[in-house]
């Protein structure tokens, strides 16, 4: 927005030089020692957080032994193969029951799974969690799941490693930005050590928890993820966590079945996210405390568990079943409603426990029952169950929680299937539209929009990092500009540095000096900066036909009858 008609340029004092105003001082250099400083501090973090989340996972194996098997043992287990009968019901109550009670005597921010308080932290917060949440998150988390809770490990261990992240930059002396930075790379750090799917985990964070893209934000959160993948491989060893038979590459038939596929499933995304704040809203109208009602919805987890045993727990082997495309209509069917219903209405109730994993859970089997229809009503359909179930759950996570790249790349991690990587593509693309049309929020932001804290839907580059003073400055009206030029900028500063020294000396005015003569140039104020944004937007909003249509057709029969007179 440069301004033509300029006065005539005002002299003042000739001693001034760009002394005065220094770039590298009132700029944030992104790369500098600071960033170093957290950068080591977040690779110490992942590695204690990775051992966090190893001892997580034993401790769900210990409590599901002592709950379903009588038995004290570290080792993997799971409730699917319990012999209680109907004592199976009573079980994840008492759970649920402990949980309401560490909730109300410890702190109420462990209920919930994990990803939205940690994102509220953020952005409203300082990114400051209380230290206690380090400890009772996992501890909650691991009752919930190991006396039968559907749930996955991976919310909490992501809330907990936000914790300590966090807890960390409360006690060194850093900026609320950095202390952003160590809770992000903490919780995906945290993801990284359970999956060990180190791209993945940087892409949650920037969709999901950064809401920025910069050196200063990405490298530590970079590094972390890649230690608590290290951590991974060092806990549970290198291959795929859902190991599946080998795709081949999807020919164009199956590619669009696949594609129609992740919409129907963008759909139910939509529904399911939907549908567990509308049990939360039936829990609000319950006239009892809220730390009774986790034991509520413990009893939906009993009752199914008692019919379906093998929707108890975190059910990570459910979804290499699944992936592997040899499980009975049955189980798929209850893998795809039983599962919700039990999750749903004890996530709704506020216990603890993790959404990832049963939303890979539900996606994959509703992935493998619409996989199975196509294949039945449209044998030439090219497609297979391995892919519909892989899709399917990629899909079903970037429709819920509005995370496109992240599922798509997860999906790729967990399985290692460079084949599937086309067909995620266009699932999880043909999802995340859908969804995005059919509800405002998402599984992750709908609690916290409830509270009243916005969240970012989309990430730009910042306006004023892109113009310059030049860009911005109005012509300087009479000699009374040149009265204040201690504080000034030339042509070429960027208007964020501008914006930086107004805020900072609380000037009203700002003069930009010609960089040959030290002239007065011309003068920047709020109202200029505020134009300079709106109508920046306004361009990039506006819609322009670049090429006509009909002028680029007429030139064409022009030279067509140029050629034909010849």
Not at 277 to 289: A, G, Q, R, S, T
Not at 504 to 520: C, G, H, Q
Request: charged residues 15%.
């Amino acid at each position: 927005m440069s301004h033509k008609n300029r006065k005539p340029a005002v002299f003042i004092a000739p001693s001034l030089d760009k002394s005065a105003y220094d770039l590298k001082k009132t700029s944030e250099n992104a790369v500098s020692g600071r960033l170093f400083y957290v950068c080591v501090q977040v690779v110490i973090n992942a590695i204690i957080i990775g051992f966090i989340a190893k001892g997580l996972v034993a401790l769900i194996s210990l409590i599901t032994n002592l709950s379903f098997y009588g038995k004290f043992s570290f080792e993997e287990a799971s409730p699917a193969h319990n012999q209680l009968g109907l004592w199976v019901i009573i079980i994840p109550i008492i759970g649920a029951v402990i949980i309401g009670i560490m909730a109300r005597l410890g702190s109420s921010a462990i209920r919930g799974h994990g990803i939205p308080e940690a994102m509220e932290q953020v952005l409203t917060n300082e990114s400051k969690i209380k230290p206690v949440i380090t400890i009772l998150k996992p501890l909650s988390a691991a009752i919930s799941i190991g006396t039968g809770g559907p749930f996955g490990a991976e919310g909490p261990i992501i809330s907990t490693g936000g914790a300590f992240g966090s807890f960390a930059g409360q006690i060194m002396r850093i900026s609320p930005n950095e202390r952003k930075i160590m809770l992000t790379a903490g919780a995906t750090s945290g993801m990284a050590a359970i999956f060990g799917t180190p791209v993945a985990a940087v892409l949650l964070a920037i969709e999901l928890l950064l809401f920025e893209f910069s050196p200063k934000t990405i490298i530590p959160v970079a590094l972390a993820c890649a230690t608590g993948t290290a951590m991974h491989i060092l806990m549970f060893g290198s291959g795929p966590v859902f190991p599946m038979p080998e795709l081949a590459a999807p020919t164009a038939a199956a590619l669009a079945w696949y594609v129609g596929i992740g919409a129907i499933i963008g759909v139910l995304a939509a529904l399911v996210s939907k549908s567990i704040y509308v049990i939360e809203d039936l829990f609000e109208k319950i006239p009892i405390h809220w730390m009774w009602w986790p034991a509520i919805g413990a009893v939906a987890i009993g009752v199914v568990g008692y019919f379906a045993p093998y929707t108890l727990g975190v059910g990570y082997n459910n979804i290499t079943e699944l992936l592997s495309g040899n499980l009975p209509l049955q189980m798929v069917l209850g893998l795809c409603i039983l599962k919700f219903i039990s999750w749903s209405i004890s996530l709704g109730s506020g216990t603890s426990g993790g959404t990832l994993a049963p939303l890979l859970t539900i996606g994959g089997a509703t992935g493998v029952l619409i996989g199975m229809m196509v294949m039945h009503f449209v044998p030439n359909s090219e497609i297979n169950l391995p892919t519909c179930a892989l899709i399917g759950m990629a899909a079903m996570f970037a429709g819920a929680a509005r995370a496109l790249l992240t599922a798509v790349i997860f999906a790729f991690e967990v399985t290692m299937q460079p084949h599937g990587l086309l067909p995620l593509l266009g699932a999880c693309t043909a999802s995340y539209f859908v969804s995005f049309f059919l509800m405002k929020g998402t599984i992750m932001t709908e609690k916290i929009q409830r509270r009243g804290v916005a969240t970012p839907d989309a990430y730009e580059p910042d306006i004023l990092q892109r113009l310059k003073a030049g860009d911005v400055m109005a012509a300087a009206r009479q000699e009374e500009d040149a009265k204040d030029t201690e504080i000034y900028v030339y042509p070429d500063t960027p208007l964020h540095v501008a914006v930086a020294l107004m805020s900072e000396y609380k000037l009203n005015s700002l003069p930009v000096l010609n960089t040959a003569d030290n002239t007065l140039n011309g003068i920047i104020t709020p109202a200029l900066v505020f134009d300079a944004y709106t109508n920046f937007r306004q361009t990039g909003d506006q819609h322009q036909q670049v090429i006509s249509v009909k002028r680029r057709r007429n030139k064409l029969l022009v030279r067509g009858r140029h050629l034909f007179n010849r």
